[in-house]
């Protein structure tokens, strides 16, 4: 439900069709309301509706013939041959707007009327939203490979639970943008602690894998939001229901068990020791967790114990040649893939579409996008899994710039597959990422590129806005971008077969083929510790991870 908290401005933000209200003191009790909107509110007659921001100052009784039928008179400029409503003197909505709740019953838009002069705060908020979530990248990245990834997914899940409890019962626009910050912040922490304990708890024969099977968590909180926001049509009760589960999650992550990897590298073994044991025990496999004893676990991270006694940095994401390449590389990666998805994704009225209809149809598709390229970097490896998506998922976004807006079957069709390989490109780089980095700095690295994902969706709604001047624009912005990245990714190293790194020495290691070529002993020992891990753990680990 964590993604399903990402996706809910498409909801609890849309738009309605509004037209200003009637004049104040004016009595039209005898016309129908299509009169009443007749005489005070002016077509607007390229898209065939009332004017959303302007009414006409008096009422235009000569709008009406004799038997209340509409009578518009039109003059026709000789000089750019265009149609113009008749001479009347117009004015803004100074008495309010009246809306037509058919898709939900209430919106923030509605509520806070959010429209004609103040309809940027929508993209505002989202941004605000977004800003949440890039300021909890970078606290929560640090604070986990201090405080451990147990201990910030518990906080992680008691701010989402408040945040959104508190957003939904907001009295004003920037109450409610508070606590969507607060929960955009906890957003970070859920989904950066929740995928670091399972690369950290999965060995690397199944990482692929059970990487997939997370992805898939993202996938069914898609579809479960459009079934929640169907029956809940009201923005505070969705805002709530959204939000309780995290309450849930909360109680039972204490069962959940720190990672013996952070354990081992903050010298508290004899606690991973303990984690293992009681892993293996819950697996059914008691006489492997009795061989496991301090002086295995050790040796066996004899040499990453040794280079984990300094403290770590984002500066050491750039400290040599190697780390500076996979960090400016996964940066673009990340920027790009999440500036174009949320693009897509977080304006789903611009289709024409039924929204929970298409919430569903960007939702599902993720489910084929995501078993290619699982197959896809099994067989052919992580890093032209990741480059293809990017690519393929940039032209198809700059195709749809050529299709005319009425075709609206064949634009959103472009749209769902351009969504589905962005959606397995951020499957891609998830696990792509976390093999990338050693353990020592694994958060600091995730932290990082979660952070730059969320400057591209910060920046997302905003080229929106370029819409109204050039309606062509926020579409090639956003073609344009993962395809550069795309190129970028070739220069990243691959990461197929090839054991965790632990140390920033192992990546430079790997950097010349000497760990993919020649796994260390150690390492596979270490990796057999890892086996243990308890099936019961991983699926709850799975179901409970969070965000993209």
């Given at each position: 439900?964590?993604?399903?908290?990402?996706?809910?401005q498409?909801?609890?933000?849309?738009?309605?069709?509004?037209?200003?209200?009637?004049?104040?003191?004016?009595?039209?009790?005898?016309?129908?309301?299509?009169?009443?909107l007749?005489?005070?509110?002016?077509?607007d007659?390229?898209?065939?509706?009332?004017?959303?921001?302007?009414?006409?100052?008096?009422?235009?009784?000569?709008?009406?013939?004799?038997?209340?039928t509409?009578?518009?008179k039109?003059?026709?400029?000789?000089?750019?041959?265009?149609?113009?409503?008749l001479?009347?003197?117009?004015?803004?909505?100074?008495?309010?707007?009246?809306?037509?709740?058919?898709?939900?019953?209430?919106?923030?838009?509605?509520?806070?009327?959010?429209?004609c002069?103040?309809?940027s705060?929508?993209?505002?908020?989202?941004?605000?939203?977004?800003?949440?979530?890039?300021?909890?990248?970078?606290?929560?990245?640090?604070?986990?490979?201090?405080f451990?990834?147990?201990?910030?997914?518990?906080?992680?899940?008691?701010?989402?639970?408040?945040?959104?409890?508190?957003?939904?019962?907001?009295?004003?626009?920037?109450?409610?943008?508070?606590?969507?910050?607060?929960?955009?912040?906890?957003l970070?922490?859920?989904?950066?602690?929740?995928?670091?304990?399972?690369?950290?708890?999965i060995?690397?024969?199944?990482?692929?894998?059970?990487?997939?099977?997370?992805?898939?968590?993202?996938?069914?909180?898609?579809?479960i939001?459009?079934?929640?926001?169907?029956?809940?049509?009201d923005?505070?009760?969705?805002t709530l229901?959204?939000?309780?589960?995290?309450?849930?999650?909360?109680?039972?992550?204490?069962?959940?068990?720190?990672?013996?990897?952070w354990?081992?590298?903050?010298?508290?073994?004899?606690?991973?020791?303990?984690?293992?044991k009681?892993?293996?025990?819950?697996?059914?496999r008691?006489?492997?967790?009795?061989?496991?004893?301090?002086?295995?676990?050790?040796?066996?991270?004899?040499?990453?114990?040794?280079?984990?006694?300094?403290?770590?940095?984002v500066?050491?994401?750039?400290r040599?040649?190697?780390?500076?390449?996979i960090?400016?590389?996964?940066?673009a990666?990340?920027?790009?893939?999440?500036?174009?998805y949320?693009?897509?994704?977080?304006?789903?009225?611009?289709?024409?579409?039924?929204?929970?209809?298409?919430?569903?149809?960007?939702?599902?598709v993720?489910?084929?996008?995501?078993?290619?390229?699982?197959?896809?970097?099994?067989?052919?490896g992580?890093?032209?899994?990741?480059?293809?998506?990017?690519?393929?998922?940039?032209?198809?976004?700059?195709?749809?710039?050529?299709?005319?807006?009425?075709?609206?079957?064949?634009?959103?069709?472009?749209?769902?597959?351009?969504?589905?390989?962005?959606?397995?490109?951020?499957?891609c780089?998830?696990?792509?990422?976390?093999?990338?980095?050693?353990?020592?700095?694994?958060?600091?690295?995730?932290?990082?590129?979660s952070m730059?994902?969320?400057?591209?969706?910060?920046?997302?709604?905003?080229?929106?806005?370029?819409?109204?001047?050039?309606?062509?624009?926020p579409?090639?912005?956003?073609?344009?971008?993962?395809?550069?990245s795309?190129?970028?990714?070739?220069?990243?190293?691959?990461?197929?077969?090839?054991?965790?790194?632990?140390?920033?020495?192992d990546?430079?290691?790997?950097?010349?083929?000497?760990?993919?070529?020649?796994?260390?002993?150690k390492?596979?020992?270490?990796?057999?510790?890892?086996?243990?891990?308890?099936?019961?753990?991983?699926l709850?680990l799975?179901?409970?991870?969070?965000?993209?």
């Open positions: 439900m964590a993604f399903g908290d990402l996706l809910e498409n909801f609890v933000a849309s738009v309605p069709p509004h037209h200003c209200s009637v004049h104040r003191n004016l009595s039209l009790s005898s016309l129908s309301p299509e009169q009443v007749l005489l005070t509110v002016p077509q007659i390229k898209n065939s509706r009332p004017e959303r921001c302007l009414r006409y100052a008096a009422p235009q009784w000569q709008l009406l013939s004799e038997n209340g509409y009578s518009l039109v003059k026709r400029d000789s000089s750019n041959d265009t149609e113009d409503l001479d009347a003197e117009l004015q803004g909505c100074k008495d309010g707007w009246e809306y037509s709740m058919t898709e939900m019953s209430s919106t923030i838009i509605s509520e806070w009327d959010l429209v002069d103040l309809r705060l929508k993209q505002m908020g989202q941004t605000i939203y977004m800003g949440g979530v890039l300021v909890g990248a970078v606290i929560f990245g640090g604070l986990s490979d201090r451990g990834r147990r201990f910030l997914l518990l906080i992680s899940n008691l701010l989402m639970a408040v945040g959104g409890t508190c957003a939904a019962f907001s009295t004003s626009f920037s109450v409610f943008c508070l606590f969507r910050f607060i929960t955009g912040m906890a970070s922490g859920l989904g950066l602690n929740s995928f670091s304990l399972i690369v950290e708890w060995p690397t024969r199944v990482r692929t894998v059970v990487g997939t099977g997370t992805g898939y968590c993202y996938t069914m909180g898609q579809l939001l459009a079934v929640v926001a169907y029956f809940i049509r923005w505070r009760w969705l229901a959204v939000s309780v589960p995290f309450y849930i999650t909360f109680l039972y992550s204490w069962w959940f068990l720190e990672s013996a990897r354990l081992v590298l903050n010298r508290k073994s004899e606690q991973a020791v303990k984690n293992l009681t892993v293996a025990r819950i697996n059914g008691r006489e492997e967790g009795d061989r496991i004893n301090l002086e295995m676990l050790q040796d066996s991270m004899k040499k990453e114990m040794s280079c984990s006694q300094g403290s770590y940095s500066v050491d994401l750039l040599t040649p190697t780390m500076r390449n960090t400016i590389c996964l940066s990666v990340w920027f790009s893939t999440s500036f174009a949320y693009g897509l994704s977080m304006d789903l009225q611009k289709f024409g579409v039924d929204i929970y209809l298409i919430q569903v149809i960007f939702g599902a993720d489910i084929p996008a995501k078993v290619v390229v699982t197959v896809s970097m099994s067989i052919f992580r890093r032209p899994s990741q480059c293809a998506a990017l690519i393929l998922s940039g032209v198809t976004i700059l195709i749809n710039i050529l299709v005319p807006y009425e075709k609206q079957t064949v634009r959103t069709t472009l749209a769902v597959l351009g969504k589905g390989c962005l959606a397995a490109s951020f499957n780089c998830y696990l792509y990422s976390g093999e990338l980095y050693p353990t020592i700095i694994r958060q600091n690295g995730m932290g990082w590129v730059m994902a969320r400057v591209g969706a910060m920046v997302a709604p905003m080229v929106l806005l370029l819409g109204e001047a050039v309606p062509w624009l579409g090639f912005i956003y073609g344009v971008a993962p395809i550069l795309g190129v970028v990714a070739i220069y990243l190293p691959e990461t197929l077969g090839a054991p965790l790194p632990d140390t920033i020495q990546v430079d290691e790997r950097s010349c083929k000497k760990t993919i070529l020649n796994a260390s002993p390492k596979e020992e270490l990796d057999m510790l890892c086996l243990v891990s308890s099936e019961l753990f991983q709850a799975l179901w409970h991870c969070g965000d993209p």
